[in-house]
Each structure stands twice: as C-alpha cells, then as structure tokens.
C-alpha cells in the first residue's frame, strides 16, 4: 500500500495560542518563504552580467551558484544541534541575521565581496531551510500541509519577482551587483518580522532544547535513506535548473531579459504545480501517483529542452516549473515523518544537509561540463537520466508507508 501525508500523531493537549501568536507566526512563515529562493534566484538572473562586470573566469562563474547547495550541506548539518542550544526560533532569527548580511555584502562591487556574501548569507538560508519543518510542527502541528504550503507559495513567490524584476533593477541601478545586494532587504524585513515571535516563545519558555536526536544513525534506516534520495534528486535538479536556466536560454540566442521572463515563468508555474501536487499527494493511496507524475513531467521538460528551438522555450519553462513542483510535497513527507519535533529536525537535517551536499554537483557540474564543451547538451542529457532515476526513488518511496500516520 503506497503512503499517504495524513495528520502527525496526537500531542499532547496543550494550551492553545493567542490569536496574535497566531497572527505573528504566520507572518513570520510568509516573510521568512519570501527569503528562501530570492537571493538565489535574483543572483542567477544576472550570472552572465557578474561574469562581465567583475571579470572573474570561468572556474569562479561555476562555482558561484554551487555555493548555496555547499553552504546548505554544511550549515545546514549543523541545525539539529543549533535548535538544541537555542530552540527553533532563535536559531532562526540568528540564521536572518546572517541571511540579511551576507545577501547586503554582494551588493560591493568586488568577487571577493560576491563570494563572502553569498557564503554568509547562503549559511544563513541553510539553517532556516532545516529549522521549518520543525517551526511548522512545533506551532502548526495540526495544519502541516496549510502552513508548508503557505511558506512554500510565498517562497515560490519570491523567487519569480526577483527572476523577473533583477535585471530591470540592475538597469536602473546602473550595477549588477546593487541590484543583487539590494536584495538583502526582503531578509531584513523578515528579520523584523520574526522578532514578536522570538520575543514571545522566549517570555513563555515555549521551545524544546531537552531532547536532541543524532541525525546521522537515520542514514541507516529505511525511512532516512528514501527521505534523503528523493530530497536529494529534486534538489539536485532544482538547482541546476535556477542556477542556469537563464544561461542557457541567454546563450541559445534570447536577451537577458527575454531569458529572465521565462526563468520567472518557470517558477511561477511552480508555485500552482506544488499545490495541486501536494493536494494530489495528500489523499490516502495517492502519493505514489503525485510522484510519478511531477517526476514524469521533468523528465519532459528536460527532453523538450534539449529538442525544441528556442523560439518554443516557454514549452520546457511550463514543463520544468511543474516539474519542481515536487518541494513542498517532500517538505510535507518531512514534516511528518518523526514522531516528535526532535525526530523530525533530526530527519530534516539528515535529508537537507546529506542532499545538498549531493546536489551541489548540479550547478557545479553543469556549470563546468558546459565550460568544457560549450554546449548545454551533455549537462541537460545528464540531468535528464537523473530525473529517471528520481522515477525510480519515487516508485521505492510509496511503496511503503514511511510518514507517520493518525493514530
């Protein structure tokens, strides 16, 4: 019987939350979603541009956008035991800190700067990428689906304005690299904005530093090792595709902001895609299907990519953004698989930080091979035969129930 994203286990009964707690976390969920893409996406947007302004070569041109999946391996191991000292949510507002600095220090016109700030900030996102699904269990327990669809729209949200609107920001600026430190302020805002939040589960001691589960014994079970492949495969597809989407459009003959257009298409078909996946997902005996179908149309948005003209690029745009659609499923099947808050940070620092570091031979390895050939062939015929295989995860994944189920 193939797995179904029904409710997490009963908790205990607790007290319930004010409405202006409530109030504030959600705000806290949409301008956090609104950080969690948009520096990548808007630094992709004007990879060509950084390459031409700032004069660094090819080998730094590739580097760049494997920092964030890097910077997500690394930081982000260490979520599990930051939540442990400090809670879920100061180790968040700690990790907006680090997010508004670092995406604030691109903004200096030097590849010195591009590269601190984006490792800085990048680091940041990292731990905010592992500490949500805990957040949302611990806050919205019994709204999971509600609360990792809302973070993921808005995410989803964020990325599409900055592909769209960085390269007109770029020009009115006059500078690439204002356009992409101008970005930094959208986590500022988010900083400020999870601040009531932190100040109440501080006045009322509400955060669980008692129990800290090793992430790494899970890498063992059956339930770590899917968790930690599918994640893996979507993020490795997803990030080659935003690091270089543009790119290739850009060097297949399309404008810088012809390309930016489609690279916002691409996403914002994303964010209705994810929801009728997680809707699809969500019902009893239908994972498996919601899997092999996101699974099956970025196998075809990868084929028409390597076969259409790029006067038809809108085709692959469509097909690619339903295709990373499959996110806020995997966070939903995250957010659910442990048996406690603990368990599920620990679950989600295994599959986040594990995946990452995979991932990141994505836009790296694609950079790189393209480098080498010239030809975006070889790195999307790749990329093709890995979407196969996220088939193949997505078969073994249903194939027995792994997320927790009502009890």
């Keep these: 019987m193939t797995a179904s994203l029904s409710a997490p286990p009963a908790l ?8 202006t707690v409530v109030v504030f976390g959600v705000v806290a969920l949409v301008l956090i979603g609104l950080n969690l ?50 809670g879920v949510e100061k180790a968040i507002l700690l990790a907006l800190a680090f997010l508004a600095g670092g995406l604030l220090l691109r903004g200096i016109p030097a590849t010195g700067m591009l590269l601190a700030g984006t490792v800085v900030g990048m680091s ?29 729209v808005t995410m989803t949200t964020g990325a599409t304005v900055a592909a769209v609107a960085v390269v007109p920001l770029s020009m009115a600026l006059g500078s690439p690299s204002a356009a992409v430190g101008a970005l930094g302020f959208v986590a500022v805002a988010a900083f400020l904005g999870f601040l009531p939040m932190v100040l109440h589960t501080h006045r009322n001691s509400v955060r669980s530093t008692a129990a800290n589960i090793s992430p790494w014994p899970l890498l063992r079970t059956r339930k770590g090792q899917l ?49 009728l996946i997680l809707a699809i997902g969500s019902r009893p005996r239908m994972l498996r299907p919601a899997l092999y179908l996101v699974s099956t149309i970025m196998m075809a948005g990868l084929a028409s990519l390597l076969v259409l003209p790029v006067s038809l690029a809108f085709i692959p745009a469509v097909l690619l953004g339903f295709g990373l659609g499959i996110f806020p499923l995997v966070m939903v099947m995250i957010s659910r698989s442990g048996t406690s808050t603990a368990e599920t940070t620990a679950l989600s620092t295994l599959a986040q930080s594990t995946g990452y570091l995979l991932a990141t ?39 027995s129930p792994i997320v927790t189920r009502k009890k």
């Design 12 to 19: 205990p009964a607790a007290p319930p939350k004010p409405r």
């Design 37 to 86: 893409r948009t520096g990548i996406a808007g630094a992709s947007a004007l990879l060509h541009d950084l390459q031409q302004v700032l004069g660094y070569g090819p080998l730094v041109a590739a580097v760049i956008p494997s920092i964030p999946t890097l910077c997500f391996a690394l930081a982000g191991a260490a979520t599990s035991w930051l939540t442990g000292r400090l």
């Design 361 to 399: 031979a994505g836009p790296f390895g694609t950079g790189l091979l393209y480098g080498g050939t010239g030809s975006w062939t070889l790195p999307v015929a790749l990329l093709l035969g890995l979407a196969v295989v996220q088939v193949v995860v997505a078969h073994l994944i249903s194939r």
């Design 227 to 275: 968790l930690t492949a599918i994640f893996t495969l979507q993020a490795l597809l997803a990030y080659a595709l935003i690091s270089w989407f543009p790119s290739m459009l850009t060097s297949m003959g399309l404008n810088a902001a012809d390309s930016g257009l489609l690279f916002g298409l691409m996403q914002l078909v994303s964010v209705p895609a994810g929801m």
């Design 124 to 152: 940041g996102l990292a731990v905010c990428n592992v500490a949500m699904p805990s957040f949302i269990r611990e806050h919205f327990a019994h709204r999971t689906s509600v609360m990792t669809a809302l973070y993921t």
